[in-house]
C-alpha cells in the first residue's frame, strides 16, 4: 500500500474529491480507488465522524475495499464510495443536502456509481437520482435487478456463515451452531432470521438495544451489550455494524473459532489478519462475503440479468470463499492476505 497525502490508507487512489454546498450544509467525500474493471461503484454513507479526517479515512478504506468486492464477485464494476458528513450524532440528513450530493455525483461524469448504504435509504436514493443517472439500488418492479441491497447481502452472508460452519466446525447444519450477531440492522437482522430458521442458537447486540430486545423477542434469542459481543461464548461471531472491530485487545478476548459477517473493514489494521489466522480462528474475508447487495444493484446499473441471475451469482459466494481457505491452507497466509491477493491480481495491482 502506497501511503499519501499523509492519510495511511490512500492506495494509489485514481481520485479522492471533497465537496462542499454552503447553501445545503453538504460536506462529502467521494474516493475513487480503482476504475481498472468498469465505473467505481460503492454506496454512500451517512454518519458522525469526530473530525473530517476520519471521514476521509473512511471513503478511503471503503473504496479500496469496494474495488476487492466488485473485483471478486466478477462484476464489471472499479472501487468507490461516497461519505456524507453528518454535523452531529442522530442528526437526519436533508432534502437538499441529497441533492447537492446527487449533483456532486453527476459532475464526475460517471466515474463513480453510488449506491445505499448506512444511514441511507431508497427514499433518500430516489432524491439523489434526481440530481445524476448514476446511481443504482432504486425501486424496481418484482422479479427485476436492483432495489434495496439490504436482504441480498443478508442472503449471501446467510450462506457465508453456513459454510464456514462447515468448514471450521465441520458443522453439516445450523441446528445447535451458536451465533453472536453484532449489530441487528437490514443485513444484521436478516441474517439473524435466516439462521433462526435454521435452528441457529443466537446471541445479538445492537448500538439500539431496543431493536436487538424486539428482535429476541421474534426470534427466541439472547441480548447482550454490544461491548461483550465480540467476547460472548460462541461458535461464531458475525460483526454486522460498523467496522475495525477486531483489533489485538479483541482479538485476544474472541472465544468464536470463526468470525464471518458483514461488515466492511472488520479489520483494524493488516496486522490484525495475522493475529486472528495465529490463534486458529477461521476468517471470512468480508468483502468476499457480503458481495449480495453489490451483485444485486450492480447488476441493476449495468442492465445484466434479472433477480434470478443476482441469486445465481450470490450463491458462488462460499465457492468464492473456498477458494481463499484453500490457498490459505496452501501457502500458511492469512485468510485476509489470501483474499488481498486474489483481488489485487483481478485489478493489476
Not at 467525500?29 to 471521514?55: C, E, M
Not at 485468510?335 to 483481478?346: I, T, W, Y
Request: negative net charge; proline residues 3%.
Amino acid at each position: 500500500m502506497t501511503s499519501g497525502w499523509g492519510f495511511p490508507d490512500f492506495d494509489d487512489h485514481e481520485g479522492v474529491h471533497l465537496f462542499t454546498d454552503p447553501a445545503s450544509g453538504l460536506q462529502a467525500v467521494i474516493a475513487i480507488h480503482s476504475t481498472k474493471l468498469g465505473p467505481a461503484a460503492g454506496g454512500v454513507r451517512f454518519w458522525h465522524y469526530a473530525s473530517s479526517d476520519g471521514a476521509i479515512t473512511d471513503a478511503l478504506r471503503l473504496s479500496r475495499g469496494m474495488s476487492f468486492k466488485n473485483a471478486m464477485a466478477g462484476l464489471d464494476l472499479g472501487g468507490g464510495k461516497g461519505v456524507v458528513l453528518a454535523g452531529r450524532a442522530g442528526e437526519s440528513i436533508s432534502e437538499a443536502q441529497l441533492q447537492a450530493f446527487g449533483r456532486s455525483v453527476e459532475s464526475l461524469g460517471g466515474r463513480y456509481v453510488t449506491a445505499e448504504d448506512v444511514g441511507m435509504s431508497e427514499a433518500r436514493m430516489k432524491v439523489i437520482a434526481g440530481e445524476t443517472r448514476y446511481v443504482s439500488g432504486l425501486p424496481v418492479e418484482s422479479g427485476a435487478a436492483g432495489g434495496d441491497p439490504g436482504p441480498y447481502t443478508a442472503h449471501g452472508i446467510y450462506l457465508g456463515v453456513k459454510a464456514a460452519a462447515k468448514r471450521g466446525l465441520g458443522a453439516t447444519d445450523m441446528k445447535g451452531v451458536r451465533v453472536a450477531i453484532q449489530g441487528v440492522g437490514s443485513v444484521g437482522g436478516g441474517l439473524a432470521r435466516l439462521l433462526a430458521g435454521d435452528g441457529a442458537v443466537l446471541t445479538l447486540a445492537d448500538v439500539d438495544e431496543g431493536r436487538a430486545q424486539a428482535l429476541a423477542g421474534e426470534l427466541g434469542a439472547t441480548v447482550i451489550a454490544a461491548e461483550a459481543i465480540l467476547s460472548a461464548d460462541a461458535d461464531i461471531v458475525s460483526p454486522n455494524a460498523l467496522g475495525a472491530i477486531l483489533t489485538e485487545a479483541s482479538i485476544a478476548d474472541l472465544k468464536a473459532r470463526v468470525i464471518a459477517g458483514g461488515a466492511n473493514n472488520q479489520l483494524a489494521t493488516p496486522a490484525d489478519g495475522a493475529r486472528v489466522h495465529d490463534r486458529g480462528i477461521l476468517y471470512a474475508p468480508d468483502y468476499v462475503i457480503n458481495a449480495g447487495g453489490i451483485i444485486n444493484v450492480g447488476l441493476e446499473y449495468l442492465g445484466h440479468g434479472d433477480e434470478a441471475e443476482v441469486m445465481a451469482r450470490i450463491a458462488k459466494i462460499p465457492q468464492r470463499l473456498d477458494q481463499v481457505w484453500d490457498e490459505s491452507e496452501r501457502s500458511g497466509s492469512p485468510a485476509s492476505d489470501v483474499a488481498d491477493m486474489l483481488a489485487k491480481r483481478l485489478i493489476g495491482r
